[in-house]
């Protein structure tokens, strides 16, 4: 994280953004201001100097204040960060579940048109952008059969305390369904490889000498095999899902740290974008830690490789 803050921060400098023009926003002012407003941004301070004062104040949890907002940016965050959160994952368990459950049943179905058609539908998502499908998905439920709201978090004119689940609901539908169908692709087809790769295996092949087939031979020998791979698959996939949420906030105007991200970006607003670049760092970071967390409750041979250690 300490790497990923200072690389970002020296990226951020080299770049052609000048806080002070973003600041301004086109202003006319005269060259006495522009002299204190550039002390204020330290504009011509050495870059060792810059980077020092930006961890000093990271340290003390002050990101800054957003030229965009005009409130500080780890307000925005929290805002932000909230609606993205649930969007993400409410998408990342259904696109898990529906991947890992589609893997299996086109591994089981290894060459049948089951499988075939399972693989169809995974080369068509991977092969398509994750803000075409959204505006596919836009286009039919919400402009051509109308049954759910176009985009936004709540209707145009309402304050958002004032919305109620139902409608806030109804407005997530159509995001998260984008969101999940992007992501069932990958751990689609790794699932109904891994297992492929399992059936075939020696102890497979004893098992069914004893009179194991089917479900019953896939539930008992080979699911946990295949679910070990499977889950850190979809933990490492939150980056994607993190660079996923930002296209689908887009295309539905959902107000997320996406849409926020993009908006700090065209708007030149760098403290803003750092802060945002931080918080999606510690989001992988959490998603690579819950998945060593969860190899040592589904595989065993972790507490046992332990407990040998302590002896």
């Excluded at 005009?70 to 529906?98: N, T, Y």
């Excluded at 699911?223 to 070990?228: F, Q």
């Excluded at 698959?233 to 849409?259: C, D, H």
């Excluded at 993009?262 to 931080?278: M, P, R, W, Y």
């Amino acid at each position: 994280m300490f790497a990923v803050a200072i690389f970002s921060f020296i990226l951020l400098e080299l770049s052609p953004i000048d806080p002070v023009n973003a600041y301004l926003k086109q202003a006319v002012i005269s060259p006495e201001q522009r002299i204190v407003l550039e002390q204020y941004w330290g504009v011509n301070q050495p870059l060792i100097t810059k980077v020092w004062g930006w961890l000093c104040n990271l340290l003390q949890g002050n990101l800054g204040n957003s030229l965009i907002y005009r409130i500080p940016v780890i307000d925005v965050i929290k805002e932000r960060f909230m609606a993205s959160f649930v969007l993400m994952a409410i998408s990342w368990v259904l696109s898990g579940l529906l991947g890992f459950g589609l893997g299996i049943v086109a591994g089981k179905n290894k060459g049948s048109w089951i499988d075939k058609l399972v693989k169809l539908y995974c080369y068509i998502l991977q092969s398509a952008p994750s803000f075409w499908i959204g505006l596919v998905i836009l286009i039919i439920f919400s402009v051509e059969l109308g049954w759910f709201p176009i985009g936004m978090s709540v209707a145009i004119g309402t304050v958002s305390s004032d919305a109620t689940i139902w409608q806030w609901l109804a407005r997530l539908v159509l995001p998260t369904l984008t969101l999940s169908l992007v992501g069932v692709a990958p751990i689609a087809m790794y699932t109904r490889n891994e297992l492929v790769n399992v059936l075939s295996s020696d102890y497979i092949l004893f098992a069914r000498a004893r009179g194991e087939s089917g479900w019953p031979l896939i539930e008992r020998q080979a699911l946990r095999n295949v679910l070990l791979p499977a889950l850190t698959l979809q933990f490492q996939n939150f980056a994607e899902l993190f660079g996923g949420a930002v296209l689908v906030e887009q295309v539905f105007s959902y107000p997320g740290i996406g849409q926020t991200a993009v908006a700090a970006g065209l708007q030149s607003d760098v403290t803003l974008l750092l802060g945002i670049v931080l918080i999606s760092a510690v989001f992988v970071f959490v998603g690579n830690l819950l998945a060593d967390i969860m190899y040592y409750f589904v595989d065993p041979r972790i507490r046992e490789n332990e407990n040998l250690d302590r002896q």
